[in-house]
């Protein structure tokens, strides 16, 4: 059974910078899509970063230049590196994993979502 964990969100003030990590268990990472989402209060989840097998990425118009996705194959993990964080960021960030298309919102394996808060 696929499970996904994700840590490093926290509280950062405006123009500051997180990384988040998920690490997958339970499956082979290197042949998953790796895709992070958010979901802000009252607003529905949204797609912000993916990364595949093949190392190709996809972000967001809204994370475009701000964010990177990458992934550690040795270490099950992939990584979203946030710069110049803004109030409209703050939201619960969740990993997902799947043989999917990047953009997809069907990946079939989620984390439990990690908070990002980002003050003015």
């Known amino acids: 059974q696929v499970q996904l964990v994700e840590s490093g969100g926290g509280l950062v003030q405006v123009g500051g910078s997180l990384r988040l990590s998920c690490v997958l268990s339970?499956?082979?990472?290197?042949?998953?899509?790796m895709g992070w989402f958010r979901q802000a209060p009252g607003k529905e989840r949204e797609f912000v970063a993916a990364?595949?097998?093949?190392?190709?990425?996809s972000y967001s118009d809204s994370v475009k230049g701000r964010f990177t996705i990458s992934r550690d194959n040795a270490k099950n993990t992939v990584y979203l590196q946030m710069n110049n964080l803004t109030p409209e960021d703050t939201a619960v960030h969740y990993c997902?994993?799947?043989?999917?298309?990047?953009?997809?919102?069907?990946?079939?394996?989620w984390g439990q979502g990690t908070q990002v808060t980002v003050s003015s």
């Open positions: 990364i595949n097998w093949k190392f190709s990425t």
């Open positions: 997902a994993a799947g043989m999917v298309n990047m953009k997809s919102y069907d990946y079939p394996y």
């Open positions: 339970g499956r082979t990472f290197s042949m998953y899509t």
